[in-house]
Nanobody, 118 residues
Framework: VQLVESGGNLVQPGGSLTLSCAAS????????MGWYRQAPGKQRELVAT???????HYSDSAKGRFTISTDDAKNTMSLQMTNLKREDTAVYYC?????????????WGQGTQVTIYS
């Protein structure tokens, strides 16, 4: 499976942004998809996930502000982010968990940069 992130931008605090992840390849083998982010000088962290059944999970920092969704017809996953804060500044990556795997692939693409500034 190949994943390509897009949608990153410069946004003021309190603003909104939607990220997209386009999937191609053996999509039928995907059990779950998720968004990670890595801020400067920090470890990569899980932000949100969604599985084949539509069950979602959010980090504490994302709860109530971010919404993860998929569009099966377009083979894309999105992350709608609202009320953005400076601490949301990071490179955002998408990942997938195959149906046969115990863990996420953690095969990272280029990511998409989100910068919150004022």
């Amino acid at each position: 499976v190949q994943l390509v992130e897009s949608g990153g931008n410069l946004v003021q605090p309190g603003g909104s942004l939607t990220l997209s992840c386009a999937a191609s390849g053996s999509i039928a083998m995907i059990y779950a998809m998720g968004w990670y982010r890595q801020a400067p000088g920090k470890q990569r962290e899980l932000v949100a996930t969604i599985n084949h059944y539509g069950t979602t999970h959010y980090s504490d920092s994302a709860k109530g502000r971010f919404t993860i969704s998929t569009d099966d017809a377009k083979n894309t996953m999105s992350l709608q982010m609202t009320n953005l804060k400076r601490e949301d500044t990071a490179v955002y990556y998408c990942d997938e968990k195959p149906a046969f795997a115990e863990d996420w692939t953690k095969t990272w693409g280029q990511g998409t940069q989100v910068t919150i500034y004022s």
